[in-house]
């Protein structure tokens, strides 16, 4: 087409011209560039490229790596980022988009504020090799739960549209745990952004629960329905890495650093509940 360069002209461009081109694309478009010519291969494996690709704040995220980091290039570098990697003392876990770039955190259970959580008869914090964290929260018993997390969204990437997902099990032995729908909210500074609700209960087993608990509650149900904000509420879903995830809600990260509060609460229904395992909240981008 007139007025754009065809191969042939681009394979007579330095390769600093390429590797500047190309730092404006995205790592995805990169990589695939690279099978243009020996040229562009040069260019998008080039420093040049990949530093632009990494966040701005890498070596701060590298210097709070749990382990030591070897790489022979900005394109390396990027790449072990891409997989999920321990930071500030192992409470949370960072990692990179491969496509994008852009930034994923995921806050340990250690990193919440979880109402109780450090009186034993009510919670207990227990090492399961399924986990990425030294350590896991897990609910024995009681009647009021409350799981908050707080991020900046300084620490994330700019003007993008975030997901927040509690990160859990639910045991075998699991009782109480959706009798009530629970209240889930994501807030930007004073600003609530997200609100629904959620039944901590899978979602094939839905529509089973839901029918006994017409028969055994009566009345209270149409308690339960009326604090549905709508339909029925969210449900976990199953992950790849063999957890459950609850959207908590959405929220969009711009210029100005603010916090984001993203939380879970059921404190109304005053009744015991147990068999919750939770393993923090991930925070990542949504497409």
Avoid at 88 to 94: M, N
Avoid at 165 to 194: A, C, F, H, W
Wanted: charged content about 25%; overall charge negative.
């Amino acid at each position: 087409m007139e007025g754009f360069m065809d191969r042939h002209e681009f394979n007579i461009l330095p390769e600093g011209c390429v590797s500047t081109i190309l730092s404006f694309t995205s790592p995805q478009d990169a990589c695939k560039s690279s099978l243009v010519s020996t040229i562009f291969q040069a260019a998008a494996d080039s420093d040049v490229v990949w530093e632009r690709f990494l966040p701005t704040d890498y070596q701060d995220i590298v210097s709070r790596s749990m382990v030591p980091f070897k790489f022979s290039s900005k394109k390396e570098l990027f790449l072990l980022l891409c997989s999920s990697l321990l930071v500030d003392g192992g409470r949370k876990s960072f990692k990179l988009e491969r496509s994008s770039g852009k930034k994923s955190f995921m806050l340990s259970a250690r990193d919440l504020h979880i109402t109780w959580s450090d009186e034993s008869p009510y919670w207990h914090w227990a090492s399961l090799p399924e986990s990425r964290f030294s350590e896991v929260a897990v609910l024995r018993t009681m009647c009021w739960l409350e799981i908050v997390g707080m991020i900046k969204t300084q620490m994330l990437t700019p003007n993008t549209k975030y997901g927040a997902y509690l990160v859990l099990k639910i045991t075998d032995r699991s009782y109480g745990l959706d009798l009530m729908p629970s209240e889930i909210s994501v807030e930007v500074g004073n600003n609530q952004v997200s609100r629904n609700t959620a039944y901590l209960r899978l979602a094939k087993e839905h529509a089973r629960k839901k029918q006994m608990e017409s028969l055994f509650y009566g009345n209270r149900m149409q308690v339960l329905e009326s604090r549905v904000a709508e339909g029925e509420g969210r449900v976990p879903s199953e992950r790849d890495d063999g957890w459950l995830e609850i959207e908590l809600g959405e929220f969009f990260s711009g210029e100005n650093d603010e916090e984001v509060k993203m939380s879970l609460m059921e404190v109304k229904g005053h009744h015991l509940k147990g068999g919750l395992i939770i393993e923090g909240i991930e925070i990542r981008p949504k497409h």
